[in-house]
């Protein structure tokens, strides 16, 4: 059975930082794409960043770029979002994605197949 549980989210005020992580088990995702997305009450569900397979080539949205830093350890299975100088415009539940076919990095929701259950990133004013 394949699964992607991220860990690392909670409360935090702004300006501040948290890394979330995301361990895959079930097979390795270490010759595909991963991702982070994110959902914020009543929005929804935005691309935040991706890293290719080998972590060579990474993307970020416009609203994080140079505040988040996406990585990936494939000894390990397991991905990273560093999150620093958080806002509360931030705040959402924080999702990693997998894909089945792609090396490269991905935007779009649609080209990743494996999706973990989410975990909660709050930052207060």
């Known amino acids: 059975q394949v699964q992607l549980v991220e860990s690392g989210g909670g409360l935090v005020q702004a300006g501040g930082s948290l890394r979330l992580s995301c361990a895959a088990s079930?097979?390795?995702?270490?010759?595909?794409?991963m991702g982070w997305f994110r959902q914020a009450p009543g929005k929804e569900r935005e691309f935040v960043a991706t890293?290719?397979?080998?972590?060579?080539?990474?993307d970020y949205a416009d609203s994080v770029k140079g505040r988040f830093t996406i990585s990936r350890d494939n000894a390990k299975n397991t991905m990273y979002l560093q999150m620093n100088s958080l806002t509360p415009e931030d705040t959402a539940i924080y999702y990693c994605?997998?894909?089945?076919?792609?090396?490269?990095?991905?935007?779009?929701?649609?080209?990743?197949?494996?999706w973990g259950q989410g975990t909660q990133v709050t930052v207060s004013s």
């Open positions: 079930g097979r390795t995702f270490s010759n595909v794409a």
């Open positions: 890293i290719s397979w080998n972590g060579g080539t990474t």
């Open positions: 994605a997998a894909s089945d076919r792609f090396y490269g990095g991905r935007t779009y929701s649609r080209d990743y197949r494996y």
